[in-house]
């Protein structure tokens, strides 16, 4: 199942990071946001990716190029210019990058990639947030309800610290996700491929006309997260991710529990348990 990602947005909250880089390359523990994602959706065997490409791309093409690389030994010989590659370890990932264009819209990305997607079932995402959400189980739901979309709904984390009083003293403070509030598209889609018939052109917003009439015509549905997940459209939420990985406590790492369950013998990923009730949704 192909894995399309929108990497081409300006991420003009991020300005200090993506004058000189898209966001979907701002580093977190050194990597690529971009490659935090790619390692949760390969974990779960998903290793064929589509990624939409528009501000900087030359920057994201340039990076893919020199992975295997910069991945590898290297044997280089001056006087002839051959480079062997050797050793090393690498990911068994097939990635399309495809320039949609500097001015598209999210839904103009999405309807670009169509040729890639092999008129089948695919997922999406955003090229600028983590989850540690079960694709195994997202996948199930999608495929039990029968409609043409499902997005993952999430709690948005809340912006500043959740205080509980006592007439004025502070008995608990915390940054929690906001669970007294409603959901939000989290993003982590899985779609049929008549969804492109839903997008109109180069300027149509995924977010809007689209996913409002999917939800019209009773073909959008929520798959409901109460797990981690995190965007990181601004410099605020950059240091959450940074600050979660370096504690080495980072929730989307989910690749090392699948390398645990392999080295003990079990099988597949033992994640919290999701509630997976459908909900009709707009984004």
């Not at 939409?52 to 990076?63: D, P």
């Not at 500097?102 to 997922?123: D, H, S, V, W």
């Not at 940074?242 to 989307?252: F, I, Q, T």
């Amino acid at each position: 199942m192909k894995v399309a990602i929108l990497a081409g947005g300006l991420g003009s909250r991020l300005a200090e990071e993506t004058e000189i880089k898209p966001k979907p390359m701002v580093e977190i523990g050194g990597r690529p946001i971009l490659w935090h994602i790619m390692m949760h959706y390969a974990t779960y065997g998903y290793n064929d990716f589509a990624i939409a490409l528009g501000y900087k791309a030359e920057y994201i093409k340039k990076y893919m190029v020199d992975y295997c690389s910069l991945s590898s030994n290297l044997t280089v010989n001056l006087k002839t210019g051959k480079i062997d590659q050797h050793g090393g370890s690498r990911p068994d990932w097939t990635i399309d990058l495809v320039d949609t264009g500097l001015k598209t819209q999210t839904g103009g990305r999405i309807k670009q990639l169509a040729p890639y997607m092999n008129n089948e079932t695919f997922m999406l995402t955003w090229g600028d947030g983590v989850s540690d959400v079960n694709l195994h189980e997202l996948l199930a739901f999608h495929r039990s309800h029968g409609k043409l979309a499902t997005l993952t709904a999430v709690r948005p984390p809340a912006r500043f610290g959740h205080l509980q009083l006592d007439d004025d003293q502070i008995v608990e403070f915390s940054e929690k996700p906001q669970i007294g509030e409603g959901w939000i598209n989290g993003a982590f889609f899985v779609l049929e491929p008549e969804i492109f018939d839903y997008i109109d052109g180069d300027l149509t917003h995924w977010e809007k006309e689209p996913l409002e009439r999917l939800a019209r015509d009773g073909q959008l549905m929520a798959y409901k997260h109460n797990s981690f997940w995190q965007c990181m459209d601004t410099i605020r939420e950059k240091k959450i991710l940074e600050s979660l990985w370096e504690s080495g406590k980072a929730p989307w790492k989910t690749w090392e529990d699948y390398n645990a369950s392999i080295i003990n013998g079990t099988s597949g990923l033992h994640r919290n348990s999701i509630d997976a009730n459908a909900l009709s949704s707009r984004a």
